[in-house]
Nanobody, 116 residues
Framework: QVRFVESGGGLVQPGGSLRLSCVASGSIFSFYIMGWYRQAPGKQRELVATITSGGTTNYADSAVGRFTISRAGAKNTVYLQMNSLKPEDTAVYYC??????????WGQGTQVTVSS
């Protein structure tokens, strides 16, 4: 079973940028579509961005124009470049396959805090 390790989060001021990384213990080629999710305190986990193995991307409305998802198959890694961060982007960010459920394996996530 593939395992994910997320990193790159931190504390950043509004308007700042962060680049998140997700390294898979196994090949992510087995997942046609990979995604970044986030969960804010007291809220349900939501899908932020997805990318196919061919590089086609899709974004939640809240991420359009600010976030960029990419993947490096040879490194079994998925990235999320986040620019123009807002306080409402504060959450724990996770990566997983598209349509992952609560019954799937989830990594520990990486905390992103946007605050002045």
């Amino acid at each position: 079973q593939v395992r994910f390790v997320e990193s790159g989060g931190g504390l950043v001021q509004p308007g700042g940028s962060l680049r998140l990384s997700c390294v898979a213990s196994g090949s992510i080629f087995s997942f046609y579509i990979m995604g970044w999710y986030r969960q804010a305190p007291g809220k349900q986990r939501e899908l932020v961005a997805t990318i196919t193995s061919g590089g086609t991307t899709n974004y939640a409305d809240s991420a359009v124009g600010r976030f960029t998802i990419s993947r490096a198959g040879a490194k079994n890694t998925v990235y999320l470049q986040m620019n123009s961060l807002k306080p409402e982007d504060t959450a724990v960010y996770y990566c997983n396959k598209d349509h992952a459920s609560v019954n799937d394996y989830w990594g520990q996530g990486t905390q992103v805090t946007v605050s002045s």
